[in-house]
């Protein structure tokens, strides 16, 4: 009965739907082939590990690159027994969508705990779900960031009861999802260290983060893997720091906005609790301000993580302000979700959409070619394909670029459109619906639809099996 109980109540309930919600969103993007690269190499990393294989990515810009010279993802590691059960991307997926979701409840526990009514904790807790960076996490791809970033609500409700085997569990699932976040994990036990008496247990989780983080950074990347680590500054992960990179650029700006105002401004009542979060967008900002442009603003997955600062934050300040702790807040916290949502057009606002339900009608053309692809087979594949297909050892990324030629051109132009990839593919496949764009092709339609022309010219590769616009083609030779 107390089953059923906590099964019906609330604040599951809520986190439930999400899990529904998210889901969703995540499969249907992958069913109508929307999902691409991350997702391609996430799937061949968790794979691997599912046949007793130290990784080796292939689908990588870096091709034939351990994973784990890229990043250090041992969650992969535990996630792929599932693989067992369903040898699927949407494995995957789902997984990730349930570890996000069910973070909500330590989130509704904390708030509880520190004497928020019910009302207003489930208000926190439904602003913290909808929060952009979870949102747009869930919509791009799969990351070992998003694990992480799910464990670590889990983590500091078990700091705060004290119960050390729950945090110390949730302290490894943490930071074995991602190499950075045991940056956090410092971050948040240095804040419970100021705040409390007990210190031995604080220092335990602040001991350990150094001790992970200088291993990773300073001895692993650095000596242990080819080039090092791929997403500090040029010359050295602590060299061109500069604090102006912080709030340099009008990306930046729009980031702190969002995240600072997401819960009513009210993190900025406790100054201690923002370190959390700029030591966050610190690590993106500065020390990875040269090379990693990409992670620096809204739209991809690399905000997930300041979900939980947050709303930790936010619980902290209202459990301090008794006079905040009204229903009216609730209502407060709840405008600033949806205002952000509508204004945003957040992905969970796509589940309303006609286009987001309707399937491309080269979906089904695809996936008849796929059938004549032999399972064990090397492929090259076109990016948004590459998901649904990258579970074994050879697949490779079609990468576009142009080639000079001094004779024979097979464009009748110096410079033709043409492609390049990886490793010895026997077969090639893509689709050049007018359905897709550059986010699949990785150029515009009119270079790719040129480039495979010239190949072809040239017996590069040729026709195998066709259904509509999607080709199986044998590789011949080299491009």
Request: contains cysteine.
């Amino acid at each position: 009965m107390k089953v059923i109980s906590f099964l019906i109540k609330p604040h599951f309930v809520l986190c439930i739907l999400f899990f529904i919600f998210y889901s969703t969103l995540s499969i249907v993007k992958h069913n109508h082939y929307l999902s691409g690269y991350d997702l391609g190499i996430a799937n061949q990393i968790v794979w691997g590990y599912s046949h007793f294989k130290l990784p080796v990515l292939t689908v990588h810009a870096y091709a034939f690159m351990p994973a784990l010279s890229d990043h250090v993802e041992f969650i992969y590691l535990v996630l792929s027994p599932f693989y067992w059960l369903f040898n699927d991307a949407k494995i995957l997926i789902l997984l990730q969508s349930l570890v996000v979701s069910l973070s909500g409840l330590p989130i509704y526990f904390l708030a509880r705990r520190k004497g928020i009514n019910k009302i207003l904790s489930i208000s926190i807790l439904i602003s913290y779900l909808m929060f952009y960076g979870i949102q747009n996490a869930i919509w791009f791809d799969v990351h070992s960031l998003a694990f992480g970033a799910g464990f670590l609500p889990w983590f500091i409700y078990f700091l705060d009861v004290k119960n050390k085997i729950a945090s110390i569990a949730f302290f490894f699932l943490s930071i074995l999802s991602k190499e950075d976040i045991a940056l956090l994990t410092f971050l948040i036990s240095l804040i419970y260290f100021l705040t409390h008496k007990d210190k031995k247990i604080y220092l335990f989780f602040i001991f350990s983060s150094v001790v992970y983080l200088l291993f990773i950074f300073f001895i692993y990347f650095p000596h242990f893997t080819q080039s090092g680590y791929r997403y500090q500054n040029t010359g050295g992960l602590l060299v061109n720091l500069d604090i102006n990179n912080l709030y340099d650029t009008s990306e930046k700006k729009e980031v702190f906005f969002y995240s600072f105002s997401w819960f009513g401004f009210i993190p900025f009542l406790n100054p201690l609790y923002l370190l959390l979060a700029i030591g966050d967008l610190a690590h993106y900002f500065v020390f990875g301000s040269d090379l990693v442009t990409s992670a620096q603003g809204m739209f991809m997955h690399y905000r997930i993580s300041l979900a939980s600062l947050l709303v930790w934050s936010t619980i902290i300040v209202i459990s301090k302000y008794k006079r905040l702790n009204t229903k009216f807040l609730a209502i407060y916290i709840l405008f600033f979700a949806l205002l952000f949502q509508y204004t945003l057009h957040l992905p969970l606002s796509y589940l309303t959409k006609k286009w987001f339900w309707t399937e491309p009608s080269a979906v089904k053309n695809i996936e008849k070619v796929i059938k004549f692809l032999p399972d064990d087979s090397s492929v090259v594949s076109q990016n948004n394909i590459t998901p649904h297909i990258s579970g074994r050892d050879n697949i490779f990324t079609l990468w576009p670029e142009k080639k000079d030629f001094k004779i024979n051109s097979p464009c009748q132009k110096q410079t033709c459109y043409w492609f390049r990839w990886a490793g010895k593919p026997e077969f090639l496949i893509v689709d050049t619906s007018l359905e897709w764009d550059i986010r699949h092709f990785l150029t515009n339609r009119e270079k790719y639809v040129s480039g495979l022309s010239n190949l072809e010219k040239e017996g590069i590769i040729s026709a195998y099996k066709k259904e509509g616009s999607a080709v199986l083609y044998k590789v011949n030779k080299k491009p």
